[in-house]
């Protein structure tokens, strides 16, 4: 039995009755990660002996009497992004080749203080520029429902080894939607929190105006308390209803151009929810369509201005399809990254506008399902568009704008391939956005899986 | 710089520096820098002032 089928939360009442040890659900994780992940690739490195080290200090701990808190040997897993003391954090890069973190990111330290144990450091596109997994010095991530698929990314090792059973949850970052596109392509709860929100000490950085940290999980109760953890102080929250809840449901763009079964599912879900009390009402981003220029704008520019050293100097090191991404980067006009950041000014003000009065806005997470390891473009009726442009199209909003988002497990295609749906909230009320999403969730979860 | 003089001398500059898979993406980023030039939000130094609607904005 993969060792994910209790959440965290089930597992830490299972550690506090004494129903099993950290050190037993450590081993379990480590017996699934030892069978899956010649396969799966989600893992680049496997810390088995500190993780053990670490779950019996753990249950001495709790024999003596001290409980951390939900996460008390808890194993993680982490995306190798973070910083973790004496480990190498790879970023998925030759280029990091020789590089042992000193100390632990932020993040990672608030993790460890809450008792969490860390499995290993996960796979992920190079440098979290990319949201297949493909472009990986380490190899492609392959999708636990699917090999011949990707689990999506960037974080698309620590999506696998969560749904696969090899770890509880993950951390991971999310620029564009890296926690959220594979998250949704795995059918689980990814969360990004607000800009600002986490600290992001000790994290490699793809753009320093818009990285997040934050969890990948199977519920959002686990959600709630991995974001308790790494914002470093505990929030309670009020539980709401379905009934009652004021909801704005994007349109338009964000439902243009959508897998026919991606579409059914979000209208499923906007009937169930209706059904059950919610008021819908269709609100607009005008500016919607000039999301995507912004995006690249500034993720790019970014980027390549952190890279530009070692573009330089260690350009083989880099894999071709990143670099040649990085490089383009460089050709950014100034005047275009200021128009952009303007950009970002106008739809801060739209996604405000649209969130005026209600407590979320809803869309799809992800426009098409799991994409074929290889693909370069996916066709959606007659429009072929670019992988890169149709797995970023709902996410990344969210990154320009700040405000927080989350992603929910909202049905399957026929072919058992999971679909997302997304809640956004106001900027810094992340913990109002977990209180609507668990609403949503005691709604959407029983609909999908019973 | 207008977006078509631009091209030419990041083209330029790409195959000099050995990296002509460049050319296609320095074509879309050639599209999408004009999607951003001709938004609707973009300064007008004729016009008003610009105010922010969300000075807390970030």
Redesign the interface.
């Known amino acids: 039995m993969p060792a994910n089928t209790r959440t965290i939360a089930e597992l830490a009442r299972a550690l506090r009755a004494r129903e099993l040890s950290s050190e037993t659900a450590t081993t379990e994780c480590l017996a699934r990660i030892a069978e899956r992940n010649p396969a799966i690739n989600a893992f680049i490195a496997v810390l088995a002996d500190q993780a053990l080290a670490q779950a019996r200090e753990a249950d001495a701990e709790r024999q003596r009497g001290h409980d951390r808190g939900p996460l008390h040997g808890v194993p993680l897993s982490l995306k190798d992004i973070f910083d973790l003391r004496d480990t190498p954090t790879t970023a998925a890069s030759r280029v990091r080749a020789g590089h042992l973190a000193t100390e632990d990111a932020t993040v990672v330290g608030r993790l460890r203080r809450a008792g969490a144990i860390f499995l290993g450091k996960t796979n992920l596109h190079e440098f979290a520029l990319g949201t297949t997994n493909e472009d990986s010095a380490f190899g492609a991530v392959r999708h636990p429902l699917d090999p011949n698929r990707s689990p999506g990314g960037s974080s698309g090792g620590s999506a696998a080894s969560v749904l696969d059973g090899m770890a509880y949850a993950s951390i991971g970052t999310d620029t564009g939607g890296s926690i959220r596109i594979p998250s949704a392509a795995c059918g689980l709860v990814g969360l990004k929190p607000s ?2 929100e986490i600290p992001v000490d000790g994290v490699f950085p793809l753009s320093t105006t818009m990285d997040h940290v934050g969890p990948l999980c199977q519920s959002v109760e686990d959600a709630a308390i991995l974001l308790d953890a790494i914002r470093g102080s505990e929030t309670r929250r009020t539980p709401r209803a379905v009934h009652g809840l004021r909801i704005g449901v994007l349109r338009g763009y964000f439902t243009a151009l959508l897998d026919p079964q991606v579409g059914a599912a979000f209208e499923a879900t906007c009937d169930a929810l209706v059904a059950a009390g919610a008021e819908l009402e269709e609100v607009q981003v005008a ?1 919607a369509g ?1 999301v ?3 995006y ?2 500034i993720v ?1 520019a970014e980027a390549a201005a952190l890279h530009a050293k070692t573009l330089d100097s260690h350009a083989d090191d880099y894999t ?1 399809n990143v670099r ?2 990085l ?2 980067g460089r ?3 100034a005047e ?1 990254y200021v ?2 950041l ?2 970002r ?2 739809l ?2 739209e996604v ?1 506008g649209a969130l005026r009065g209600r407590d979320a806005l809803l869309l799809p997470s992800l426009a098409v399902p799991a994409v074929r390891l290889g693909a370069a473009v996916v066709k959606i009726g007659t429009v072929e568009e670019p992988v890169r442009n149709i797995t970023l199209r709902l996410t990344q909003l969210f990154n320009i704008t ?1 405000h927080p988002a989350i992603t929910l497990p909202c049905g399957t295609t026929t072919d058992g391939l999971p679909i997302g749906a997304q809640l956004a909230g106001q900027r810094n009320r992340t913990d109002d956005l977990l209180s609507v999403a668990g609403a949503v969730e005691s709604l959407i979860g029983r609909r999908v899986h019973g | 710089m207008t977006i078509k003089a631009w091209l030419d001398l990041a083209i330029q500059d790409a195959e000099r520096r050995n990296l002509a898979a460049l050319r296609p993406l320095l074509e879309a980023l050639a599209r999408s820098t004009s999607a951003l030039r001709s938004a609707d939000w973009n300064f007008d130094a004729t016009g008003d002032s610009p105010r922010s609607s969300t000075p807390d904005a970030r």
Do not use: K, Q, S
């Open positions: 800009v600002g500016h000039d995507a220029p912004v690249l704008h790019l071709p040649i991404r490089e383009m050709y950014i006009m275009d128009r952009a303007r950009g000014d106008v801060i003000a405000d700040g």
